[in-house]
């Protein structure tokens, strides 16, 4: 597990970056490399380098993900809709055309 500085005063009950990675399964790296990329979980720095996540924004996030495949169904089938919609209304001015 990474270690604190003990000069440094984290919020109560905050994650390093091996502890969310342990608490979300993943592993200390793959949060550095969405940290860099700006994905992944909500994370804070003290003075600008000392990194650290709180319990409450690891628990949203993996809801977050959980969530994902339900909504990117649903805006799937959105999608398929407003194309079927579209695709009728012009078929339905054409045969108005011919009549």
Request: hydrophobic fraction near 35%; charged fraction near 35%.
């Amino acid at each position: 597990m990474s270690k604190r500085s003990p000069d440094l005063v984290f919020p109560k009950g905050s994650l390093t970056t091996a502890e969310a990675a342990e608490f979300l399964k993943s592993t200390a790296e793959s949060l550095t490399v969405q940290r860099c990329r700006g994905s992944g979980p909500p994370w804070h720095a003290l003075l600008g380098k000392h990194i650290y996540y709180l319990p409450d924004d690891l628990k949203r996030y993996q809801q977050q993900k959980s969530d994902a495949p339900r909504v990117r169904a649903r805006l799937v089938a959105e999608r398929r809709a407003a194309k079927a919609k579209s695709e009728f209304e012009r078929l339905t001015r054409e045969a108005e055309k011919l009549r």
